[in-house]
């Protein structure tokens, strides 16, 4: 069987960025997979062929860190991606107040984020939207990056349902400037402020607008010194913002170990060509220090 005949469909799991997502069973395999249905219907015919071959692409993606891309194909004006089922995502845990987060818990966390990451930039694939609800998480404690190289192919809207999570709020600098010549550093940037989230317990810097965010950044971290970022006054969007000096560090996150806070500043590098790479953060010393992290399958999970 393929495509609609194949999968039986069950309950809607919820509305994301692209469109629908359903539950199912692949009743070639009776496993549980989740089915997301993209809308392309307003696009003109050479897109669909041209999304379809870019999406083919994205399913060579295999890593015990990355999720899954089962199946896809064309239906209707849709296009059905097919993804493993996971249980949960990491907003869930960040939000769930009965689940305590060690600094071993954490750095789990963390470890298994860069690892995704450095496999798919390794394969020069970006996210270019990574938040706390696509770090999914699988029953036996993996987590693994979801909706993967999608931002590229169909771009990232700023619509925007209440239940979710802003992704401006994890964009990285040179993305609310207008750059266009982004790389991987944009990734590291969002898993930055998910490394921030995961120890305040909140999300870090909340903007109300691309503006605002810019603002709120440059409130946490300084306004970027000239000899910091040389290319930030070229880009498409630039606007100067008032001086503001840097706080410490150590001020915004009191509990941090020292290691931890070395890493996260070099993850929020301004300039995206001094940021550390996934590769880079994954050989840092936080990863070789006390604790080690929590094994995943020991990882406390939202019921
Ligand atoms: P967003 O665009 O905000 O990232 P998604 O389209 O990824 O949202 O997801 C919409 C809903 O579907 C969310 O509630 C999410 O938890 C759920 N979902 C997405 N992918 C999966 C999956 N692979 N397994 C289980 N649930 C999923």
Redesign the pocket.
């Known amino acids: 069987p393929m495509g609609t005949q194949r999968y039986i469909k069950g309950q809607t799991?919820?509305?994301?960025?692209?469109g629908v997502?359903y539950k199912a069973v692949d009743s070639l395999t009776n496993r549980t997979v989740?089915v997301?249905k993209i809308r392309i219907g307003k696009y003109k015919e050479g897109v669909h062929v041209t999304a379809l071959r870019e999406i083919k692409l994205l399913r060579e993606l295999k890593d015990p860190n990355i999720?899954e891309m089962i199946d896809v194909y064309p239906h209707k004006r849709n296009l059905h991606l097919v993804?493993?089922?996971?249980e949960s995502?990491l907003e869930a845990v960040i939000r769930d107040r009965n689940i305590v987060l060690s600094a071993a818990d954490i750095k789990s966390y963390m470890q298994m984020t860069l690892k995704g990451l450095a496999y798919c930039h390794k394969k020069w694939v970006l996210h270019r939207d990574l938040k706390p609800?696509?770090l999914?998480i699988a029953s036996d404690g993996q987590l693994k990056l979801?909706?993967f190289g999608l931002a590229r192919i169909f771009g990232s809207p700023d619509r925007q349902f209440t239940h979710?999570v802003f992704a401006r709020w994890y964009r990285a600098p040179e993305l609310l400037f207008g750059s266009k010549q982004y790389g991987a550093g944009v990734d590291i940037w969002a898993a930055a402020c998910i490394f921030a989230e995961l120890m305040l317990r909140r999300p870090f810097l909340q903007g109300s607008s691309d503006i605002d965010q810019l603002g709120k950044i440059f409130a946490a971290l300084g306004t970027p010194k000239e000899s910091q970022w040389p290319d930030m006054t070229c880009l498409p969007d630039y606007v100067e913002f008032q001086y503001c000096p840097a706080p410490s560090l150590r001020s915004l996150f009191p509990m941090a170990t020292d290691d931890a806070l070395d890493l996260i500043s070099r993850m929020l590098a301004f300039d995206p060509k001094s940021r550390i790479t996934a590769q880079q953060a994954l050989e840092h010393r936080y990863f070789h220090s006390e604790p080690a992290p929590t094994r995943p399958e020991l990882l406390s999970r939202p019921p």
């Open positions: 799991l919820g509305e994301g960025t692209y997502v989740a997301k999720i993804f493993e089922f996971m995502d609800n696509n999914l979801g909706d979710q």
